[in-house]
């Protein structure tokens, strides 16, 4: 993880939103007043953003909690509390000005 001294590297930055799930996880929690959300209920989120209705909102978990939600942790996007199950945002204006940026002119 890096300090909060030392900053997001433009790779990590571009890494961490290069995936629609990702995107759709960081716009959610931007979105959501407390920024701070139960797996469960951001899978929930997630999958109606996202998906289809039968793709299964215990897998968008199971894909959260083992692929994406530790990968935006290790870019500091994140804090996420495996114990408790809580994810919480961690405010970042170029991570938040990317991704405006990709919503805006690339999708």
Known sequence: MHSET???STET???TV???ERRAI???LCETDSRAVDVDDLAA???SRERSADSGTARTAIELRHTHL?????ADAITYDQGS????YRSDEETEALLEF??????
């Open 6 to 8: 030392q900053p997001t």
């Open 13 to 15: 930055l571009l890494r």
């Open 18 to 20: 290069a995936n629609p």
């Open 26 to 28: 960081l716009r959610h």
């Open 45 to 47: 989120a997630i999958e």
């Open 70 to 74: 530790p990968m935006l942790a290790d």
């Open 85 to 88: 199950e809580v994810v919480t």
């Open 102 to 107: 990709i919503s805006e002119r690339l999708e």
